[in-house]
């Protein structure tokens, strides 16, 4: 990740890529949403393509995680900011236990015979949960959002490289 080449990062760079993480994250569990639902009632095998489209989301927030995992690796032990500390201070636990959900709605869809409307709807809310564990990212994302034109460079470029490491996957 071009990133994590950084020496340090500021305070209004980690915030950039809290919201390039919030946004990449929900993009990936709302596209597995709905090539789940869309999947509904069919059995494995039967809907190719949306398969794809499934696996490649289900684990694209896999991804996401490893790749925000890694940045506050890096950065959070020598990075002090101001609001919203457990944003570093609890990163570890949030990604384990998003992994841990994601990786046992997986479980769940790989060892079902089909997507039947039980195995779906266990997935949408383990999704659902996995955004839920980073509530905090998501209001930090959505306070700094508020200042629209008026965010600092330093923000909007480090949200937009930590985006393209996101879609260097």
């Not at 760079?13 to 993009?27: E, M, R, T």
């Not at 709905?34 to 489209?53: H, I, N, P």
């Not at 034109?149 to 480090?158: C, S, V």
Request: net charge negative; with cysteine; aromatic share 8%.
């Amino acid at each position: 990740m071009r990133i994590t080449r950084y020496p340090h990062i500021s305070e209004p760079q980690f915030f950039g890529c809290v919201s390039a993480f919030i946004d990449s994250l929900s993009g990936e569990l709302n596209a597995a949403t709905m090539s789940l639902r869309r999947l509904a009632g069919s059995r494995k095998g039967s809907a190719f393509a949306y398969e794809m489209t499934l696996d490649m989301h289900r684990y694209g927030a896999m991804i996401v995680l490893d790749r925000w995992s890694t940045l506050v690796g890096a950065f959070g032990p020598h990075l002090e900011i101001g609001r919203h500390a457990d944003i570093i201070g609890r990163a570890d636990v949030r990604v384990r236990a998003a992994e841990e959900i994601l990786g046992r709605a997986n479980l769940l869809v790989d060892a079902a015979p089909a997507y039947s409307e039980d195995v779906v709807e266990a997935c949408v809310v383990a999704f659902q949960a996995v955004d839920g564990v980073f509530a905090e990212e998501r209001a930090e994302a959505e306070q700094s959002g508020g200042l629209g034109p008026m965010l600092p460079e330093e923000y909007k470029d480090a949200r937009r490289i930590f985006l393209e490491d996101l879609a260097a996957r």
